[in-house]
């Protein structure tokens, strides 16, 4: 992992729109703060974009909720991993558990299918917070152009479905860790302080 | 998964195009898209894919023609159809056509990755179907002499046998056939293959130049020779000497090698004292020896001893089911020399080669792969690749009845047609039972 880098050089900061619960906010930023030792700071919840909602699939267009927070200002921050306790989609896809703009600013992880369990019972909290923050971290690591891992194991590894989540650790591998490490050099450009976001209070 | 895939999504629909490619991105493959079947197949036509997604509702070419143009000119290209769930009568029946997997619309993720480590086993074992393809190619290659045909592989069969004698050979055949790489490969396959093999082309030296190449010189022997030198007969010592073209040495030079050959010494030119010289002759020639010998133009008794054991080496137009072999090798060659991506003939290409005469034999067939490969702007040669062979191919020997040219030209569809006689009737406009009969007349066999 890389040196800590202060707050002025940009900060992560994790972005709850609709109601998401302020533990599941937490374990996302202490995660973020531990995996990727960056500044991150939790920003005021914004109101889940209703252009987003598929009346035919009951689910939300994870693209569509991307392209309403691109068109808010975030230009004081480096990465903005927004968290929702919906069901996301892709048109392509049946669902998706998160989505991300490679190498870009924004990403998006659903918690609605981290909350089942195996047959019908809901898991314990701290499980669901250790799946949210693995989905993530994933995310955010696609952010810094992270690209799939082949070692089951690793946090970057492909997990198509919630027992493939759980298979994985909530830990990059040596040669993620690695690429991470160069590709913030890269990404983590020096800014301003961080500020509040007027849009979003 | 270790293998990476080069993918191109094809599908009318931007964001399925975008999703898509970013997922495969993610996990590590190059992506590409195409947003209608002719886009796909132009970039088809420039650079390799693996595999593609394609959608099978698309405007103007739908996905259905797309599996079948990629199957057609692309077979090793796989092909996964991505269809709704309104259409699934479509999709298998694209897998009846040649697709490797379909999607119904929307798919989960791990299906998609399931379909993905499908599409790597099959691009794995199809690669290593390809490397025991090489391997078996390797078998109708004889130390780089390439060829399939009867009289090929008579020679394959024969160059091991000659090899292990030391008696002279003469070989025979048009300019290009390849007598030097014979000449080559015998001496490879020879007890002299440790020592060195020289090549003299007796065509390019004039007489005196010759044979003081052949014989050496002693200092002050003739103008210019400031110094002594070792002539080739002597150098070679031990390994094998190949004098290309040689009916083409004068009749002196005929009688200075004839004595070299039966007394197995020399005498450099300007000394008097004998050197004793251990080489095999090789020899090759373009020329009807017996027809210069009745002329008067070369030496009955040179003849004879050069001529203790005689390969001929059929032209190209004489084996042509060698050509698309040939065709492939040089293109292969030239292909990875070049770094252009040009790795197929369309068939009518290799139609038209199989055509055209080749009076340059072998090394023509080469140059005319070479240069197509150089100029070439797509991954497949076609017919417009070979113009610079429209010319008149060459004037046959002899004047030729008509029977000779209807018995040559049925021989010749025949062999293009691998003896099916149903295609070769076809295409010569006559029914099976006359193509049998002209069969049974010209006494037409397979391989001749």
């Avoid at chain 1, 990404?187 to 209070?201: A, D, I, Q």
Wanted: charged share 30%.
């Amino acid at each position: 992992m890389p040196d800590s880098i202060g707050p002025e050089k940009g900060c992560i900061v994790v972005l709850p729109i609709g109601k998401v619960p302020e533990s599941a906010l937490d374990a996302v930023s202490d995660s973020i703060s531990l995996y990727f030792n960056h500044h991150t700071r939790i920003l005021s919840p914004l109101r889940t974009p209703q252009c987003a909602f598929d009346e035919q699939r009951r689910q939300y267009n994870a693209a569509t909720i991307i392209r309403t927070l691109e068109s808010i200002n975030f230009e004081d921050d480096a990465k903005v991993v927004a968290i929702v306790n919906v069901d996301l989609f892709i048109p392509i896809f049946t669902h998706v558990m998160g989505e991300a703009q490679e190498g870009g600013k924004f990403a998006l992880v659903s918690m609605y299918r981290l909350m089942k369990g195996g047959v019908g019972n809901r898991p314990s909290t701290s499980k669901i917070l250790k799946r949210l923050a693995k989905v993530a971290l994933h995310e955010l690591g696609h952010l810094f152009d992270v690209v799939h891992c082949a070692d089951e194991k690793c946090i970057m590894h492909f997990a198509g479905n919630i027992q493939d989540i759980d298979h994985i650790m909530l830990n990059f591998c040596t040669y993620c860790e690695r690429y991470l490490e160069e590709s913030m050099k890269r990404h983590l450009k020096p800014t301003s302080l961080c500020s509040h976001h007027p849009e979003l209070t | 998964m270790d293998e990476k895939l080069r993918i191109m999504v094809v599908d009318d629909e931007k964001i399925v195009r975008e999703s898509l490619y970013h997922w495969f991105k993610r996990e590590g493959h190059s992506a590409e898209t195409a947003a209608s079947g002719l886009e796909a197949l132009e970039k088809l036509e420039r650079a390799p894919f693996d595999v593609l997604f394609v959608d099978i509702k698309m405007p103007k070419m739908d996905g259905l023609e797309v599996l079948r143009r990629v199957k057609e000119g692309y077979p090793d290209t796989i092909v996964i159809i991505i269809t709704a769930y309104g259409s699934v009568e479509s999709a298998v029946e694209a897998m009846k056509f040649g697709a490797h997997d379909y999607l119904l619309k929307p798919f989960k993720p791990d299906q998609l990755a399931l379909v993905i480590e499908k599409t790597v086993s099959q691009v794995k074992l199809t690669s290593r179907y390809r490397y025991v393809k090489g391997l078996l190619d390797k078998i109708t290659r004889f130390d780089n002499i390439i060829g399939q045909s009867p009289p090929m592989r008579e020679l394959f069969e024969v160059i091991p046998e000659v090899a292990q004698s030391d008696s002279s050979i003469l070989i025979t055949g048009e300019t290009g056939t390849g007598k030097e790489l014979v000449a080559k490969a015998i001496h490879a396959k020879s007890p002299r293959s440790k020592g060195p093999f020289i090549a003299i082309n007796c065509g390019a030296l004039p007489d005196t130049l010759l044979e003081s190449e052949l014989f050496g010189h002693q200092k002050g022997a003739f103008t210019g020779a400031d110094r002594a030198r070792k002539g080739f007969l002597e150098v070679v010592s031990g390994g094998t000497l190949f004098l290309d073209e040689i009916g083409e040495i004068s009749p002196k030079m005929q009688v200075d090698l004839l004595r070299v050959l039966e007394e197995k010494k020399i005498i450099r030119i300007g000394e008097r004292e004998p050197i004793e010289v251990d080489f095999r002759l090789i020899a090759s020639t373009r020329r009807d020896l017996p027809t210069a010998i009745s002329d008067g133009d070369f030496r009955e008794d040179f003849f004879y001893r050069i001529n203790v054991i005689t390969l001929q080496i059929a032209p190209l137009r004489k084996r042509k089911e060698d050509i698309p072999l040939l065709a492939k090798h040089f293109l292969n060659k030239y292909s990875r020399e070049t770094t252009k991506h040009v790795d197929r003939i369309t068939p009518e290409a290799e139609g038209f080669l199989k055509r055209y005469d080749w009076p340059g034999n072998v090394r023509e067939l080469e140059n005319a792969i070479e240069r197509a490969v150089v100029l070439s702007k797509k991954r497949t040669l076609g017919v417009e690749n070979f113009s610079c062979l429209n010319a008149p191919t060459a004037p046959q020997n002899g004047a030729r009845t008509l029977k000779e040219r209807e018995k040559e030209y049925v021989q010749e569809i025949l062999m293009e047609n691998d003896w099916n006689v149903t295609r070769s009737a076809q295409i010569l406009g006559i029914n099976r039972v006359t193509l049998h009969k002209m069969i049974k007349r010209y006494r037409l066999q397979r391989g001749q």
